[in-house]
């Protein structure tokens, strides 16, 4: 998505040869019309698979989620990292580590919000390792719902997340595509 790699390019900060700060555009500022349009590329790659909603893990995932289920008419759901009060007691979880952050959080979805036979479209801002989507999609599991294929907005092709996916033939779908941060440049594939 060329309007994705452009705001990269312009906003981007290469914290280190692994990290890419995106807080302008993603991650602490959102850019609407770039979301919004990132929600309808995904509408437009995804449609096809006739997702039942559009799962996401808080708190970046949500806006191009949201723009995502919005352009295919369908609910949006979030896994949370903390339990509120509110929270049913009966939840899906799982124990994810996050590569920016440096730590281990439980993230987890209420069961009466991912039903047996539903079909589940992942949506999220960045993949690195993988280890979120790794966890999201266990959670599908213990749902009996279905993966329906995993939309990223920046994959970092040199950390192992997307390739370990598609390595189990899930479907994976990234806007823009990350080769190297490498010298201080982002290396687009």
């Excluded at 991912?114 to 280890?131: M, P, S, T, V, Y």
């Amino acid at each position: 998505m060329e309007l994705l790699k452009q705001r990269i390019l312009e906003v981007g900060v290469i914290v280190s040869d692994q990290v890419l700060k995106l807080d302008a555009i993603l991650n602490h500022q959102v850019d609407p019309t770039l979301i919004v349009e990132m929600g309808k590329e995904f509408a437009r790659l995804f449609r096809e698979a006739k997702p039942d909603k559009v799962l996401t893990v808080e708190s970046s995932g949500i806006p191009i989620a949201f723009a995502t289920a919005l352009q295919l008419g369908v609910p949006m759901v979030f896994a949370r990292r903390k339990k509120t009060v509110t929270m049913d007691q009966d939840t899906y979880s799982e124990r994810v580590p996050s590569f920016t952050k440096g730590i281990v959080t439980d993230i987890m979805v209420s069961a009466h919000l991912l039903n047996k036979g539903e079909r589940i479209l992942l949506i999220d801002d960045f993949i690195a390792n993988g280890d979120a989507a790794r966890g999201l999609i266990r959670i599908i599991e213990k749902a009996e719902a279905e993966l329906v294929g995993v939309g990223i907005a920046v994959e970092k092709m040199f950390q192992a997340g997307g390739r370990s996916l598609r390595e189990r033939d899930i479907r994976v779908e990234s806007l823009a595509r990350i080769a190297s941060l490498a010298d201080g440049q982002i290396r687009f594939e």
